[in-house]
């Protein structure tokens, strides 16, 4: 009987019925989380619940007990003006109070998942506001955004403050984990406490948003933030432009807001008018940051980049190895020394380019990409015409966005350049680089055309790097008219998403790197229309493992380029030994960075085993499940991580001495991601003597022991700069 009871309150609460007409309970749900909303026609929406996986007859238990998520899903500025807020705006007769009602809402499905859309209607004034929820279908990632609309006929709303959400969470022990940084040091890790009060985690560069804070958090609820156990809460907001998150802590509560950063950049909504809001992804884990992580890694494969699912090229990009000086002799010994070490792509970097103003230095010649017959007397065809011969891909550098003041464009189009009028004109990298007007459809067009123009005529290519060096500089736009300046930073961004649009329904298949001075676009905002991107411009193997352990907090090692270079290193002078380089580089989508002719040896036939054996666990690396295992942040001997795949039958290891002092402690590595019930044959991919292995090399050991007991690895990271790359596959023992 009880149970009969049970199922029709439930029903009759799902349906409507229950506590009240307008009363409604809508569970999305992952394989492993839930987020619970509730609705009220005629008022408000509120969440309810955000967290592990729960099932429908458990609803009804939210209304007999005190919930910890019980926020208004959009608070508005109007009747309450007190308090942070996701939306505020003003009217035409100056206004500023909003006043929300629900009057409709659609569930449904489509091929990313589920979708929750509710749609409120201001009582008074003509402004309706559609809020979208929805659950990735495979995936434990949900979003949040909404969508703008002046429905009136004349006069525009002015939109002050447009999140794309509010989320509570649940106040106790939190600790806040962001990543910041600059230009060589992108994504570093910092992680405290949160007290009462607020912490904003913001971007206004215009352009280049991650070298400051990157979009991506976590938020730890049950006290210090630890990697594979837990509670935490990962956000991030899909945005290439200024964003700002405010994470608002007091006594009971903490709210998210998250959306575009509003300062400087008020919308007028004109009559007819829609604006729609970029999403923001997150995620609950119980598994602690690790859970966060490998859930956004999945969704960033499936859903929030460019052929997420295909194995990335081996590649040699030429900048470090000649910088400008490329020319058509040298970039052809290059492309075959990298097929020769089993490369499979050469990228021709910066230098190729410019006829009136020759690109020699950084000077010059941006916006002229036009073959520079000097260097290249048989243009890109014979390029790829070599690679075809060396039995490789062809790829090439471009910078469309930007343009020099020395440039036949500049001379021929000073409109097409973000410009103040009155003010002098700012100029960034060589004294002269400025910002394209992507706010312009004629400029919209002359970007396209450059990439297109590229691929029309030259078919061959098979991936481009598409790098931007500069910032806003000059917040005006001469295209725009003096009513819309203030949309400048969010009009750029929209219009390069229609640039991008039409590459990618051209060339759905080109492989695309996103690139900005390193890793200052390492974001989900880009990513969908790009392959991967440039993680840092510094390409020091020890400051690439803190570099790419940020990083991989919210994106997998698919989309983190990941180069060997030269030693002395160029940007920090620090010398390793070219095993580390690699095992390093190993961790994510593996190239080189280097003149190959000015490698010893010894380097060339190390060189050649790793990508060999790069080859092998390419796909577990690639595509599997991240576990981070020892942080080198913990300022101990040794950092390590691993990859595994989805049946834990096939892993890789890497584990890298970090510091060194004689007799220091070398701690057991425990490899959290392996199957306990399983046993696993264990090779060094990498050994530095192939005919010396490491003292681990071809032991079959269970994954309990692994898990538990760990990898004992003082032999071989007994001195400073060592490392292990090994494979583990799972075998009968």
């Not at 295209?479 to 929209?494: F, G």
């Not at 193997?541 to 991989?552: E, K, N, P, V």
Request: aromatic share 10%.
């Amino acid at each position: 009987m009880k149970k009969t009871l049970l199922a029709l309150a439930v029903a009759a609460l799902l349906s409507g019925s229950a506590f009240g007409q307008s009363n409604r309970t809508h569970v999305l749900s992952s394989d492993n989380s839930s987020l619970v909303v509730t609705t009220n026609d005629g008022a408000a929406a509120y969440y309810q619940y955000f967290g592990p996986k729960i099932q429908d007859k458990d609803i009804a238990g939210f209304f007999g007990i005190n919930s910890n998520y019980t926020g208004n899903t959009i608070p508005a500025f109007g009747l309450h003006s007190y308090g942070e807020k996701a939306l505020a705006v003003k009217f035409p007769d100056g206004n500023m109070s909003l006043d929300l009602a629900m009057e409709s809402l659609n569930r449904h499905s489509d091929d990313k998942g589920e979708l929750l859309e509710l749609t409120f209607r201001d009582k008074v004034y003509p402004l309706v506001v559609k809020q979208y929820f929805r659950s990735y279908k495979d995936t434990d990632v949900f979003s949040t955004w909404m969508e703008l609309t002046n429905t009136g006929k004349k006069g525009s709303i002015e939109l002050l403050t447009f999140a794309s959400a509010c989320m509570p969470v649940t106040r106790a022990d939190n600790w806040l984990t962001q990543f910041h940084g600059a230009w060589g040091s992108e994504s570093w890790m910092s992680e405290e406490r949160l007290p009462n009060g607020q912490a904003v985690l913001a971007d206004k560069a215009g352009l280049r948003n991650a070298f400051g804070t990157n979009p991506g958090f976590m938020i730890s609820i049950d006290g210090q933030p630890s990697e594979n156990k837990g509670e935490v809460f990962g956000g991030n907001l899909l945005w290439s432009g200024n964003y700002k998150t405010k994470i608002n802590v007091d006594n009971n509560s903490i709210d998210v807001i998250s959306g575009i950063n509003e300062e400087t950049s008020e919308i007028a909504l004109k009559p007819g008018q829609t604006f729609v809001t970029p999403e923001f992804a997150m995620t609950y884990s119980t598994e602690g940051k690790g859970g966060v992580s490998r859930a956004f890694h999945k969704w960033g494969r499936k859903y929030g980049m460019a052929h997420g699912d295909r194995l990335h090229d081996i590649l040699l990009n030429s900048w470090e190895g000649v910088y400008m000086n490329v020319n058509q002799e040298v970039m052809d010994q290059m492309m075959g020394d990298i097929a020769a070490l089993g490369g499979e792509l050469f990228v021709m970097d910066d230098g190729w380019f410019g006829d009136k103003y020759p690109r020699d230095t950084d000077k010059s010649s941006l916006g002229d990409w036009m073959v520079n017959t000097r260097k290249l007397p048989e243009g890109i065809k014979g390029l790829t015409e070599a690679a075809k011969k060396h039995g490789i891909k062809f790829g090439i550098w471009i910078e469309p966005e930007m343009a020099n003041t020395t440039s036949e464009l500049f001379e021929k189009h000073p409109d097409w350049v973000l410009s103040q009028g009155n003010r002098p004109l700012s100029q960034g990298r060589g004294g002269t680089q400025v910002v394209l007007d992507l706010c312009n459809p004629a400029v919209q067009d002359y970007v396209f055309s450059i990439t297109d123009n590229l691929l029309t005529e030259n078919p061959e290519i098979a991936y481009i790097k598409w790098d931007c060096n500069a910032d806003i500089m000059n917040y005006g736009s001469p295209y725009l008219p003096k009513d819309e300046q203030s949309e400048i930073y969010v009009r750029y961004h929209q219009g390069l998403q229609k640039v991008l649009d039409r590459i990618r329904a051209k060339y759905p298949d080109v492989a695309i790197q996103l690139c900005a001075s390193g890793g200052g676009r390492a974001d989900y905002g880009l990513l969908p229309w790009f392959d991967e991107f440039w993680t840092s411009d510094n390409t020091d193997a020890y400051q690439r493992l803190f570099i790419q352990w940020g990083d991989s907090h919210f994106y997998p090692a698919v989309a983190q380029a990941s180069h060997v270079s030269a030693s002395p290193n160029h940007q920090t002078g620090r010398v390793v030994p070219i095993k580390f380089r690699f095992d390093v580089a190993m961790s994510g989508r593996l190239g080189m960075e280097i003149q190959p002719k000015n490698m010893t040896p010894e380097e060339l036939e190390f060189s050649k085993r790793a990508i060999a054996a790069y080859k092998d666990i390419r796909p577990v690396v690639q595509l599997g499940n991240q576990y981070r295992l020892i942080s080198p942040y913990d300022k101990g001997a040794v950092a390590a991580l691993m990859y595994v795949d989805d049946n834990k039958d096939h892993a890789a290891v890497f584990a890298y001495r970090t510091d060194y002092l004689h007799n220091q402690q070398v701690p057991k590595i425990r490899l959290d991601g392996v199957d306990p019930d399983k046993y696993y044959l264990i090779r060094d991919l990498t050994p530095a003597n192939p005919e010396r292995p490491s003292n681990l090399d071809g032991k079959i050991v269970s994954g309990r022991i692994l898990r538990n007991a760990g990898l004992n690895v003082s032999r071989s990271l007994g001195r400073p700069w060592t490392s292990l790359a090994l494979e583990l596959k799972a075998v009968n023992p």
